[in-house]
């Protein structure tokens, strides 16, 4: 008696893992939308190309986009890349960090001095163990222009003018 009952587990264990198998491989794709056991979910590939083409910026972005991509490669790129950290923070985002530009250009400028009265640059110091050197010779426009190409490269919206 005790083996037919044995044999009845094994049997419906063994439907339940046949079925189960069954639905695992029901796994549709089809416009993005992937079907599982009953559910729906939406799922979408970016690409890894700017969120605005170079063709939509005007003339003026254009060069504002080549002149940060220059002073980026020459200064930031040993350290920073846009969205993995490096020696220092990924850069994407960077600006929605900080209270205002002002202060992330002064940052960028002068770190050991802002780190002594910014709370956000102390959290730096303490995540990455050492000081980014100063940038002082940089103006505030050619830090502008590096901000605007990081943005542009990490996909962020940047204001077109028409």
């Known amino acids: ?18 079925i189960i198998s069954s639905l695992v491989e029901m796994i549709k794709i089809e416009n ?54 490096v020696v220092g923070p990924a850069l994407a985002g960077v600006d929605n960090r900080w ?7 002064q940052f960028i400028k002068y770190p050991e001095e802002t780190m002594q009265k910014n709370e956000y640059a102390k959290s730096l110091y303490d ?6 050197p100063n940038h002082d010779f940089f103006d505030d426009e050619q830090i502008k222009a590096i901000l605007f190409y990081v943005k542009y490269m990490s996909g962020e919206k940047v204001y077109v003018e028409l």
Do not use: W
């Open 32 to 85: 993005n939308t992937m079907r599982y056991c009953g559910t729906v979910s939406y799922s979408e590939t970016i690409d890894k190309e700017p969120f605005i083409k170079k063709d939509s910026l005007n003339s003026e972005q254009q060069e504002i986009v080549a002149l940060g991509k220059e002073l980026f490669e020459e200064n930031c790129n040993p350290c920073h890349s846009m969205n993995q950290k």
């Open 99 to 105: 209270e205002n530009e002002e202060q992330l250009i």
């Open 1 to 18: 008696m005790e083996t037919k009952n044995i044999g009845i587990y094994i049997l419906i264990f063994t439907t339940g893992i046949i």
């Open 127 to 132: 995540e990455y163990g050492q000081i980014m």
